[in-house]
């Protein structure tokens, strides 16, 4: 199993199993079939775009991993362990999207953050050295040391997606799902949180992100997988965003008028 340190470095371990591994996934709510017979697996130390329309189970598929939502068939491992086992052992580390947060909760930064360190506190969640220094390297890694004590909510976007990675970082989650962070940030602030994702890559972290910029995708993805209910394709970002699969995942005809397919 991957083993990740307190300040979220990933020790080296077997890469035998997959970071994300799902296998005839199939979930429903009621009667809406959200995702069907979903198969993906992702290894360690890869940087994966998530890419579908709205309502292709995307957000399902996160939950799923997640543990927050229970299969009808099939199952997901991650390292190994069930989602439960993993996101105990906090594996797992999530960035939501912004309208998912109350951004007017009276909160620090450095207190999302720490945040992450929960788990290692026991039940008095009063942090110790070691939640410290972990929170310390965290900001640092993010770039957020000199905002670290600014609410949360006076943020701007980029920053405030930084913070949520921050506080995975900080927990010592070696796979990471990231929901939209590039929605609702200026360039500067893509290209930096761009920048921290390689640098985790290079760490060692997995990390799962969906996103609707399909320009972006080649230019800092190893991988990308097409999600339509069921997966339509996973592998190279060439190979995938082809004007086939995208016409397939988002009914979206990239030929020029005219043009012979």
């Known amino acids: 199993m991957t083993v990740t340190t307190p300040t979220g470095t990933v020790a080296s371990a077997s890469a035998a199993a997959p970071a994300i591994e799902a296998s005839g996934v199939t979930v429903r709510y009621g009667d809406v079939l959200a995702l069907d017979g979903v198969d993906l697996a992702l290894a360690p130390g890869r940087v994966c775009g998530l890419l579908g329309t709205n309502g292709s189970g ?3 598929l996160f939950k799923t991993v997640l543990g927050l939502v229970a299969a009808e068939r099939g199952r997901i491992l991650l390292h190994g ?3 439960a086992a993993a996101r105990k052992g906090g594996l797992v580390g ?3 999207q912004s309208e998912q947060v109350d951004w007017a909760f009276p909160v620090r930064v450095v207190d999302v953050v720490m945040m992450g360190r929960y788990g290692h506190m026991g039940i008095t969640r009063r942090p110790r050295r070691a939640d410290r220094e972990a929170v310390a390297e965290a900001l640092e890694r993010t770039d957020l040391t000199a905002l670290a004590h600014r609410q949360i909510g006076a943020l701007s976007g980029g920053q405030r997606k930084r913070a949520f990675v921050a506080r995975g970082i900080a927990q010592g ?3 990471f799902l990231l929901d939209e962070p ?3 940030v ?5 290209a930096t949180i761009i920048e921290v994702l390689r640098a985790m890559r290079a760490a060692g972290h997995t990390l799962l992100v969906s996103t609707h910029d399909l320009a972006s995708v080649p230019g800092f993805c190893d991988e990308a997988v097409l999600l339509q209910r069921r997966v339509i394709a996973q592998g190279d970002p060439a190979d995938v965003l082809t004007p086939e699969r995208l016409f397939a995942a988002f009914g979206i005809d990239s030929h020029p008028a005219g043009e012979q397919r």
Request: aromatic share 10%; no cysteine; hydrophobic share 25%.
């Open 94 to 96: 999530y960035v939501p």
């Open 58 to 60: 995307k957000s399902t």
């Open 173 to 175: 989650a070696s796979v």
């Open 81 to 83: 362990q069930d989602p």
């Open 182 to 184: 590039f929605a609702g």
């Open 186 to 190: 200026d360039k500067r602030s893509e």
